[in-house]
């Protein structure tokens, strides 16, 4: 039974992993026996991510490239093509935040975080599944929305447009791909401890809030996503397609 949950002889590219959230889910699919890919744009940020996974033994590279950018994803791909690498896993997790009230709400912010954090999705699990259907051995295609897939917050419209388009992306994907056995499916993170959301941490007021919403009564902790992500990287969700689960500590759950 638990070998529904291995990843051995699996390859799996993380987006925007070179630390908080995205890092979490590189190392737990490592320790299911995943070889892992990085993705991140600062160099001293990749080579502390790739020394921390390589001193665990972990066959781990990386590569520096815009998730934004089609031809830069492209060009990481090709590589791989080239060098026989078969990426069997993908998390789309690369994103940002940017808080205005819309009526300031430049277009130049809004487009910059639709294009991170949703347009990204698209472009890295097509360039990805176009190889996964040329194999005819399938794949995994995780992306990564938010609570504000389902609800909407003052201050962050762009942020909670891209996450809610990241819940119908998956479902689109899934209904184009799964004929060809590629499972995509979504995680929605709650309020997670991580270098996003430190501002809010040290908010008092908002940290109390938090606190007092959720029926867990706490931030929930970046560990507590891996669990989610082995299950929808691994055989164990082989007839699980088009779903959003949310790791939330009960958030959606309640009013």
Known sequence: MNNLFTLSGKTALITGSTRGLGFAYAAGLAEAGARIILNGTRQAHMDKALSQLQAKGVEARGFLFDVAQEEQIEQVFNQLDA??????????????????????????DWQRVIDTNLTSAFLVGRAAARRMVARHRGGKIINIGSLTSEAARATVAPYTAAKGGIKLLTKSMAAEWAQYNIQT?????????????????????????????????????????????????????????????YVDGGWLATL
């Not at 060098?83 to 819309?102: C, L, S, T, W, Y």
Request: proline share 5%; aromatic share 8%.
């Open 83 to 108: 060098e026989g690498v078969h990426v069997d896993i993908v998390i789309n997790n690369a994103g940002i935040q940017f808080r205005k009230p819309m009526l300031e709400l430049a277009l130049s």
């Open 185 to 245: 499916n979504g995680i929605g993170p709650g309020y997670i401890l991580t270098d996003m959301n430190e501002a809010l941490v040290n908010d008092q007021a908002f940290n109390a809030w938090v606190c007092s919403s959720n029926p867990s009564g706490r931030w929930g902790r970046p560990e507590e996503l891996i669990g989610t992500a082995i299950y929808l990287a691994s055989d164990a969700s082989a007839y699980v397609n088009g779903q959003m689960i």
